[in-house]
């Protein structure tokens, strides 16, 4: 206990500069990260809403209440999203709580905890929506939500970052950690993107896709100056309903990893290949490349977030549009998160010393449930 104090105290100390960066006393939607610690004392309100499951919805049933929404479903869905995202926001508060101390009490972790705490606070407290006009207010708080927290997935990198060194965490319970948390928060911001579309507030989160044009406008990102002959696609196109930004966040990694790890005299004799099908059930995309293929220590960690590189990058939503030049280190881990939340794949085989194939499995019907299982941590990381 002692040493952990001590090595707390330390790097305390040390971001003591990005304390204050990072925290903006004047701002009410942010604390000093140093002086929540009365957050992870036992809390009985939020005991009763982790002893609650989330209930998790399909994409079919979302694109249902989009399509034949009335003041009723309105209401309806603003009532299920106040009372479900305390519930989703409860549980991933109880895993931050079940850090280790030194990782818990960093300022960049604090920082997303208090986030969360300060979320479920203001949303818990909404009282049951009976009117537009309530549901206006209530839309204001989503808005607000959502927007204070694009800030989570760097801060979370950078309090990661600077713990590494300490091997508080094995790497496997890092990424189950990190996975959970990444779930969890499409989830909510699904859920809430959803109803201000439903309340005219956005534009519709679901698109008319057609695998053919996801890879195309993938293909336009990567090479913007219209040198794309290094790519060649066929197979069959077909349309399906679905998140566009999370389909496109997946092609764009994928493509983009084999444009750059192909190497210049490989792409003059070869081709990175695209190759779309579908069946009844499922959307289906290859991507080969000869990129000499991925040595076997990466290949062994290629799914892990040991890799993090925010750099100058302050607010992310990991939306293709974003347009980030910088490798964050993140994009194949978070396209499986993307990918397996409404129940797809992705598998990716290498030949060291050739090349590479990807596999993504994407369903069409619609009928998956959300992958927002709540996924715990071993006690032994209390220790």
Not at 141 to 151: P, T, Y
Request: with cysteine; aromatic share 8%.
């Amino acid at each position: 206990m002692r040493l952990a104090k001590t090595l707390s105290k330390q790097l305390i100390q040390r971001h003591s500069s990005n304390v204050a960066a990072i925290s903006t006393p004047s701002s009410p939607m942010f604390h000093n990260p140093i002086v929540g610690h009365q957050h992870f004392y036992l809390n009985k309100i939020l005991d009763n809403y982790c002893s609650q499951s989330p209930t998790p919805l399909t994409l079919r049933q979302l694109l249902f209440y989009e399509r034949h929404c009335n003041t009723e479903r309105l209401l309806k869905s603003a009532n299920y999203v106040r009372t479900e995202l305390p519930i989703r926001l409860a549980h991933r508060i109880r895993e931050f709580q079940k850090l280790p101390y030194i990782l818990g009490t960093n300022p960049y972790i604090e920082s997303v905890y208090d986030l969360y705490w300060q979320a479920f606070e203001r949303i818990r407290k909404v009282p049951e929506i009976t009117t537009r006009e309530e549901n206006e207010a209530f839309c204001a708080v989503l808005e607000q939500s959502l927007d204070a927290h694009l800030v989570v997935i760097p801060r979370l990198a950078r309090g990661i970052n600077e713990c590494e060194p300490y091997r508080l965490l094995s790497l496997d319970r890092l990424d189950r950690f990190i996975n959970a948390t990444l779930r969890s928060r499409i989830s909510r911001r699904v859920l809430a993107e959803h109803h201000l579309v439903l309340s005219k507030r956005r534009q519709s989160i679901f698109t008319r896709c057609s695998s053919r044009d996801i890879v195309s406008k993938c293909i336009r990102l990567i090479c913007p100056d219209g040198s794309a002959d290094t790519f060649r696609t066929d197979g069959v196109d077909t349309e399906f309903t679905y998140l566009s930004d999370h389909i496109e966040y997946i092609v764009y990694q994928l493509l983009a990893n084999a444009y750059h790890h192909t190497t210049p005299s490989a792409r003059g004799g070869g081709e990175i290949k695209v190759t779309l099908c579908s069946n009844e059930t499922d959307v289906l995309f290859r991507i080969s490349d000869q990129g000499q293929g991925i040595p076997k220590e990466t290949y062994e960690n290629l799914w892990t977030y040991g890799n993090f590189n925010m750099g100058q990058v302050e607010r992310l939503e990991a939306k293709v549009d974003e347009r980030i030049e910088e490798n964050l280190g993140i994009g194949l881990p978070m396209s499986r998160v993307y990918a397996e939340y409404w129940g797809g794949e992705i598998k990716i085989m290498s030949m060291e010393g050739f090349g590479t194939d990807a596999y993504v499995r994407i369903p069409r019907l619609g009928t998956q449930n959300e992958n927002i299982t709540s996924e715990a941590l071993d006690e032994a990381i209390m220790s």
